[in-house]
């Protein structure tokens, strides 16, 4: 019996670099795709630049979809504990050109490219926008999500 492609989601809060890139490595991921809207971060190692260069020393591709990022709005709700609306918030996102061009190529990544995992900030993977992606490239192509957590701080 084959077995199911693994699509795995990964959050950095609350987890240095190193403990990330080690959890990527350890799962055999071979493309981490970027799903925040802005790929910046206050956290050292987590700028769209140095975490690319950390996962290519690793021998792990990056790519930054920005049009799967949640909008500010959607932002400012999660910020605000308010994840019913975020969840209102990125549904309607999700049907812009850009979401549904970004999702296609998603699915057509996860199959292709190997063990892909989709990057965001949230630890919690049931507090952020990702679960939905996940769950969109589970239901539309057959594959299993698997979220990874790195040692915290």
């Known amino acids: 019996m084959a077995r199911k492609t693994k699509l795995f989601t990964i959050g950095y809060e609350q987890t240095p670099p ?4 080690d959890e990527l490595e ?9 799903v925040r809207a802005v790929a910046a971060s206050r956290r050292p190692g987590f700028s769209k630049n140095q975490l690319a260069a950390g996962l290519d020393e690793r021998g792990i591709s990056y790519l930054h979809l920005r049009g799967l990022g949640t909008p500010k709005d959607g932002r400012e709700a ?4 308010k994840f019913d609306l975020l969840h209102k ?15 296609d190529e998603l699915s057509a990544l ?4 190997g063990p892909v995992c989709i990057l965001c900030y949230e630890r919690d993977h049931t507090h952020c926008h990702r679960r939905w992606i996940a769950e969109i490239i589970e239901e539309r192509d057959g594959v299993r999500i698997e979220n990874l957590a790195g040692r915290q701080v």
């Not at 190193?18 to 890139?21: E, G, I, P, Q």
């Not at 350890?26 to 970027?34: C, E």
């Not at 918030?89 to 999702?103: D, F, G, V």
């Open 78 to 81: 999660a910020r605000s504990g």
């Open 18 to 21: 190193k403990a990330v890139l």
């Open 89 to 103: 918030i990125y549904s309607k996102h999700l049907k812009t050109p850009q979401a549904r061009e970004e999702l």
């Open 26 to 34: 350890q799962a055999g991921v071979k493309l981490l795709v970027d």
């Open 110 to 113: 996860v199959k292709k490219s």
